[in-house]
């Protein structure tokens, strides 16, 4: 692959294997074809920075919610992984989206976050602790990570983490456009599951509150003007388990990799704490997690260029072209941490703008500094292998030897 691949090829590689292992060289030529333009019937693909930036913000798209669920697949219900995203604010619209908003961002403060510095790095330390010489660091570290930290945050207990990691990684499936039977079935089995616990969960808080964030929702939902419905709380409650789950994952395996690909950033990481924010917004900038997200039209849409879109229209985002736009960032594919006014688009903007991004950073920034002062012998020992998949992006492998 490279530049001479043309229009029809470059569109076509999103959909192979080989084209989602490195998307790159496919979105350079679609953002030179156009900003956005036409694909299947009734949707169209944007591509560069400024247009991506405006439409996640622009108020007149919406989400595909339930009542499109409800047209297009009436048992939509009956899975009850896919009916726990589309129940919650993920997949919701104004005014129920303001509503589940308010109450999620009420309790999820930046305060809460912050205080989670310390469990954090406690939590950072006791898997370098553990970590074996040779070792894949995805599930040694990448997996146990953010899953521990969401756990602590909900207020559910250590010895239950595992049984959520692997039903959080079941359920995951359902952000994805396209799984198969088997996987949209285990997702099923997982909200079932986590539904019945949340259930449990929701009624111990209820008798008896504690400072996490699952009694603080569980008040908001039972304040009088019954903010979230049961049905509702349950889904965002889940919502947060699963977001925050694998697009973590992938962010500290990917930044790994890049850290390792780029030896002296990881030496003046290493000896300078303090680049870690602008470090880890270049790497979500450079390879971004979730790499594209949809909307639709409500109203009839001027795109400017004579491109006139119909009300319905779906506007298929890849963030990950937004983020490598040389017109937004020169040279966009150099890991420069330098560059000036890192922006990416990695967790999206406007009404949806992804709730747990301050919790993801702080993640991140308090692990990468450590891993490389703690491991300065760390290195690849083996290929690294990504995940197959067209939204979310990372590795499902990545060995390492921890040169201990
Ligand atoms: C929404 C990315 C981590 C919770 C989103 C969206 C993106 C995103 C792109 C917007 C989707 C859209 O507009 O269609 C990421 C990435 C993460 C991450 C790249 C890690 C690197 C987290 C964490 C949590 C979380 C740690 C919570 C613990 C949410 C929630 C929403 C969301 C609740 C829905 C917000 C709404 O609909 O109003 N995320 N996310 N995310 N994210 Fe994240």
Redesign the pocket.
């Known amino acids: 692959m490279g530049i001479d691949m043309d229009f029809d090829t470059a569109v076509g590689s999103l959909f192979q294997p080989e084209g989602r292992i490195d998307p790159y060289p496919a979105y350079d030529v679609l953002r030179a074809h156009a900003a956005a333009f036409p694909g299947m019937e009734n949707q169209w693909w944007v591509t560069s920075h400024a247009l991506v930036s405006r439409l996640?913000r622009d108020p007149s798209l919406r989400?595909a919610d339930k009542s499109d669920y409800d047209q297009f697949w009436p048992d939509w219900r009956d899975n009850r992984g896919v009916a726990s995203v589309v129940l919650?604010?993920?997949q919701t619209n104004p005014p129920d989206?303001s509503r589940m908003?308010r109450a999620?961002a009420a309790t999820f403060t930046a305060r809460r976050v912050a205080a989670m510095r310390d469990v954090i790095t406690a939590q950072v330390h006791e898997l370098i602790d553990e970590l074996p010489a040779e070792t894949d660091f995805v599930s040694s570290f990448a997996y146990p990570l953010?899953i521990a930290v969401?756990c602590a945050?909900l207020g559910i207990p250590e010895s239950e983490r595992h049984w959520f990691r692997q039903r959080a990684a079941d359920l995951t499936v359902v952000l994805e456009p396209i799984s198969s039977e088997e996987e949209m079935s285990r997702a099923d089995k997982a909200g079932r599951d986590l539904e019945d616990y949340f259930v449990g969960l929701v009624a111990d808080r209820q008798r008896s509150p504690g400072d996490d964030l699952t009694s603080a929702l569980v008040q908001a939902a039972g304040a009088e003007d019954a903010v979230l419905t049961g049905e509702e709380l349950l889904a965002?409650l889940v919502?947060?388990l699963v977001?925050?789950f694998e697009?973590?994952t992938?962010?500290l395996g990917t930044g790994l990799q890049v850290l390792l690909d780029h030896p002296r950033e990881a030496d003046r990481l290493r000896s300078d704490a303090e680049r870690a924010p602008a470090v880890v917004e270049e790497i979500?900038r450079y390879d971004?997690?979730?790499q594209l997200?949809?909307r639709f039209t409500t109203t009839p849409l001027d795109l400017g260029d004579g491109k006139h879109l119909g009300t319905g229209t779906m506007l298929t985002m890849l963030?990950g072209s937004a983020n490598r736009d040389p017109e937004r960032y020169p040279d966009p594919h150099r890991f420069d941490p330098d560059r000036p006014n890192i922006q990416p688009v990695?967790?999206?903007g406007g009404?949806?703008?992804?709730?747990?991004?301050p919790?993801?950073r702080l993640e991140a920034q308090v692990a990468f500094p450590l891993l490389l002062t703690r491991l300065p012998g760390l290195a690849l020992a083996g290929e690294p292998v990504r995940r197959d998949r067209l939204v979310l992006r990372g590795y499902a492998s990545l060995p390492i030897t921890t040169g201990a």
Not at 351 to 357: K, R, T, V
């Open positions: 996640l989400v919650s604010m993920l989206h908003r999620a953010p969401i945050l965002n919502l947060l977001a925050g697009t973590t992938n962010l979500l971004s997690p979730v997200t949809s963030l990695s967790f999206g009404a949806h703008y992804c709730l747990g991004a919790l993801a």
